[in-house]
């Protein structure tokens, strides 16, 4: 179940709160109609209020993700980035040839990076330095202390989790985020 909380509210009594009309947030991808149970407890000059909406499985039937679509400049750069530093594995059954541009299908797992060399719409500089802080894609790791070294080794720029999580931030050649948690 989700779980939204809501603080700093003014104080409703159990019976106000009750009959409060909950609006839609504005991230709602689609409205549809739930039944939201609400919890109050009130105290001092704070209310909490928490709505429970049960998930629910969309009904074209998410599955997975499947891929991730990354641009790239020269894909012989990237792919000395992906295959050869990180180790992804290329997938020879993906399509390289039907597409109006160069292009290669990496291995994460059971799922796909699809290397796309095509001009890239966003700035290069001005970007956080920390990846954790920008569009990023989050490839599950065994090891991050290893992936430190490989990265120290070769000089690729890093950042470790802000929380103090097991994760490392770095970008691609072409200045694409990429966090490696530990799984």
Request: net charge positive.
């Amino acid at each position: 179940m989700a779980t939204r909380c809501f603080a700093s509210l003014p104080l409703l009594s159990a019976s106000s709160a009750a009959a409060a009309r909950v609006q839609p947030l504005p991230y709602v991808a689609a409205p549809r109609r739930v039944r939201i149970r609400l919890s109050v407890a009130t105290g001092g000059e704070q209310q909490l209020i928490t709505a429970q909406e049960p998930a629910q499985e969309p009904d074209y039937g998410v599955v997975s993700l499947h891929h991730v679509g990354i641009l790239c400049e020269n894909l012989e750069r990237s792919m000395a980035f992906y295959k050869d530093l990180l180790g992804l594995k290329v997938n020879p059954a993906r399509p390289t040839d039907k597409l109006p541009y160069r292009g290669a299908w990496l291995w994460v797992g059971s799922e796909m990076i699809h290397l796309m060399q095509l001009p890239n719409p966003d700035p290069l500089t001005g970007r956080p330095e920390h990846g954790g802080r920008d569009r990023h894609t989050c490839i599950a790791i065994k090891d991050v202390l290893k992936l430190k070294e490989i990265f120290d080794k070769a000089g690729i720029s890093y950042t470790l989790s802000k929380s103090g999580r097991p994760a490392i931030f770095a970008r691609d050649p072409d200045g694409n985020a990429l966090e490696f948690t530990q799984v």
